[in-house]
Structures are given as C-alpha cells and as structure tokens.
C-alpha cells in the first residue's frame, strides 16, 4: 500500500516538535556559522569567557534575577544535575515532588545516595501535580514543567524557611516565566526553549543555596569534583567551567538569548509558547475521538501538549504516516505506553506550523 501522502498546502512550514532536543531556529545555525572562529579555541581565555559571560549576562535579563543571585553553569547536563544536589546541596533528607519519569529519577538519586535519609516523596499519578510537603526536610525539589507527562506545576517556595528549593526548569526555562525569588536553585539544560545542543547545565542560584553547598564541602564530605556545586560556582564567576564546554552549545544559547529579549522578554515568549499549546488543547476539546491528557486545564503544560487519542486511531500509525510526510517527533514518551501525541510546543516553534499540523492530523485521521 503507497503511503499517505498530504497535501502541501496543509503541511507546516516546520516539522520539528520534538520535547527534546528541540527545533533549532535556522538563524541561530547560520549564527554558528559565522561563529566559526571560536571553534577549537582555548575556554581559558578571553573570547570563550567573552561568550560566557554574555550568556550569562543574558539569561539574568530574560529573567531578572534578584540581586545576589548568579547564574552557574557546568559540564553535563540536567541528569548531572541531580547527582550534583546528592552530593553539594541536600544536607541530610530532600523531600520530592514526583509525577513524571524525570520527577521520579531525582527521587530515585537521592534515594540511592549511602550518606543520606531516605527521601520524603509526594507522588501524583501521571497527568497531575504533587509538590512537596515534608517539614523535616533540608531540600524541596520538584519540577516546573513535568516534560514526560506534559503536567506543570508552580514555582512557589515549600517547607521549613530553613530549606532551599531546588526546581528542575530544563523544559520550562525559556518558555514559562518564573519569579525566581521564589527557588534556590532554577536549573535546565539548554536544548529545549533555548534551542541549543546538550552538554552543559545552567542555574540561578541564591545565595543560601552557595553557602549551603560550601558548608556541606566544608564539613569533609566526599564530593566528586564534577559534582561540586562550589567548584562549578568559582568557576562560573570566572566565566568558565571545569572541563572544556560544548562551544557551540553556547553559541546557540547566546543567540537564542538575544532573540527571545529582542522579542520582548519573558512575556512574550511564554505568551507564544502558550498560543500554540493552547491550539492543540482546543483541538483536542473539539473531536471527539481526542482529549487532553491533563485533565486540570491549570496544570496543563504551556510548552508541552500531550493529547489522548480513542483507542479507534491507532497513535503509532498515525505517528509513522506523519513522519513520512516531515511531521518529526510526536510520539508519547515511551515510559506512559499510551495511545498518545506528544508535541513540543517550544519557543522556537511558530504557532502558524502549529496550527498546520492540527490541519493535518484531521486530514490523516479521517483517513484512516
């Protein structure tokens, strides 16, 4: 049987809605591009620290950090991250948030950790929301955007005064706002919202948060030095990070930074992010063979859709006749094994190809 094929007038002018990693925007390549000059230079001196500092600079903008705090960076990435509190952040007992695959993998890393308490863990089932509540807890930490479940939750401080809130943002930094004020650490990496490439991690760290993880270093604790949190913030105020950095990584983040001010900041690009969410919930409201999957409009994912399909449209065939036709990157996370659509629905996607590709799934689906 000859594949479907759609029409294309109906077809966006984009494919990618992948939740990561993400559409990168064809002028931040041709940005790389004229870039290529810092490629294969030293990261000890002045134009990557130049670049460094720019990112930095940038991103304290977008989100207008409290004075105090600092933006840090480091090698890795957000699953780095997490090792990194186990070890420089969390004292004796975290207490987690978990509704969601990656939710649950930082509970799981404290959980393992031999030098800890048990952690407390408040868990929602996939679709909702659970923040932490524990008052015996030295961390809270939960995330602002659940990217498994397509599930966001608030970014308001949680327990003791004397604990510090740890909020995983990698698929909401860029795409949802946020007082930071309200977190101690708002960490991502940057190849979601911000449409970069992976290798590195990125926070708005608070002062109490800096002095937390120099006094548990100071106390004699054994701290790998990739995952210590003091280690990352002196060299981060040098505009550098411990081993080499991902350059064009920064490269597009520097350029993505500098797109999303010149748009309008924050509001602008969370007001965009959740146009083209909001296309694909209304979509799903108005068929009736499709329903979001978060059933609380409040905690549905301005950045993330994710749309339950009836069990007479077989997702997976639907997915395949998509991507053959350049609509890449729909598919359910694997872990939910449910007859779903994912979309990221991320800075960098023009809500019109949004819009397209509700266009094209009632096409394909009507034919099916």
Avoid at 201 to 220: D, H, M, Q, V, Y
Avoid at 248 to 266: F, K, N, P, S, Y
Avoid at 283 to 304: I, L, Q, Y
Avoid at 344 to 364: Q, W
Wanted: charged share 25%.
């Amino acid at each position: 049987m000859a594949p479907m094929i759609i029409p294309d007038d109906l077809l966006p002018c984009d494919g990618r809605f992948g939740s990561g990693p993400a559409k990168v925007r064809p002028e931040a390549l041709d940005y790389l591009g004229l870039r290529s000059d810092i490629m294969g230079t030293s990261h000890r001196q002045a134009p990557v620290k130049d670049l460094v500092a720019t990112v930095q600079q940038g991103l304290a903008e977008l989100y207008r950090i409290p004075d105090g705090y600092e933006v840090v960076l480091g090698n890795g990435g957000s699953t780095l991250f997490w090792d990194m509190a186990v070890f420089s952040l969390i004292e004796q007992r975290s207490a987690h948030g978990v509704f969601g695959e990656f939710t649950r993998k930082f509970a799981r890393a404290a959980s393992r950790a031999p030098h800890l308490d048990d952690p407390a863990v408040f868990e929602a089932e996939a679709g909702g929301v659970a923040l932490p509540e524990s008052r015996d807890s030295d961390v809270h930490a939960w995330a602002q955007n659940e990217t498994s479940t397509g599930a966001a939750a608030p970014v308001v401080r949680h327990g003791d005064p004397d604990s510090i809130v740890l909020i995983d943002a990698t698929s909401a930094a860029g795409g949802i706002d946020a007082d930071i004020s309200e977190t101690d650490v708002y960490y991502f990496a940057p190849q979601k919202n911000f449409s970069s490439d992976g290798g590195l991690w990125l926070a708005f760290a608070s002062p109490a948060a800096i002095e937390r993880a120099e006094r548990i270093k100071a106390g004699g604790r054994y701290i790998p030095e990739i995952l210590d949190f003091s280690t990352a913030v002196a060299n981060s105020r040098k505009h550098q990070t411990l081993n080499t950095p991902a350059l064009a990584t920064l490269l597009l983040l520097e350029d993505q930074v500098q797109w999303m001010i010149d748009m309008g900041g924050m509001e602008a690009v969370a007001a965009r992010c959740r146009q083209s969410t909001q296309t694909l919930y209304d979509w799903a409201e108005d068929r009736d063979f499709a329903s979001p999957f978060v059933a609380n409009p409040e905690h549905r994912s301005p950045v993330v859709s994710t749309i339950d399909l009836d069990e007479r449209i077989n997702a997976a065939e639907l997915i395949g006749i998509l991507r053959t036709n350049g609509i890449r990157d729909v598919d359910p996370y694997r872990a939910l094994n449910r007859n779903q659509l994912r979309v990221g629905c991320y800075a960098s996607v023009d809500p019109e190809d949004v819009e397209s590709l509700t266009e094209c799934l009632d096409y394909v689906i009507e034919r099916m």
